[in-house]
């Protein structure tokens, strides 16, 4: 993955638009809170696989976390925090922010096919 290149991203969620894609987001801190803070409590969310129909995409933010939008006819889907990407050599937007120890923190991914791995 690279650091986000906002205009990249921006012309491939544009080309995603308007068709069913598959998507994949996560986020979590696991047991990353808990293992330092024993007064901190653990969050995550887990989505694989689910169709989703967009209209509109907005990437916004800078090199410090970004902010990608999907908006549906139902409302939105967002990731926060996304700062490298990929459009791997399935034609997949891979989109994912990783903390200063490099763990995952968030992910967004975007497929016109189901994600197998």
């Known amino acids: 993955m690279e650091a986000i290149d906002k205009t990249i991203v921006q012309t491939k969620l544009n080309q ?3 068709q069913d894609v598959y998507v994949h987001i996560e986020t979590t801190n696991g047991a990353y809170a808990s293992h330092h803070n024993a007064d901190a409590y653990n969050v995550g969310v887990f989505m694989r696989n ?8 907005k990437i916004t933010g800078d ?3 970004y902010r990608v939008g999907l908006k549906t006819d139902n409302g ?3 990731a926060e925090g996304v700062r490298e990407y990929e459009i791997d050599t399935s034609d997949r937007l891979l989109l994912a922010g990783h903390d200063r120890e490099g763990r ?3 992910a967004l991914q975007l497929s016109r ?3 197998n791995e």
Do not use: D, E, K
């Open 104 to 106: 995952l923190m968030v």
């Open 76 to 78: 939105w889907v967002y």
């Open 63 to 65: 090199h410090t976390g």
């Open 113 to 115: 096919t189901p994600f």
């Open 50 to 57: 689910a169709t989703v129909r967009y209209h509109q995409a």
């Open 16 to 18: 995603l638009a308007n």
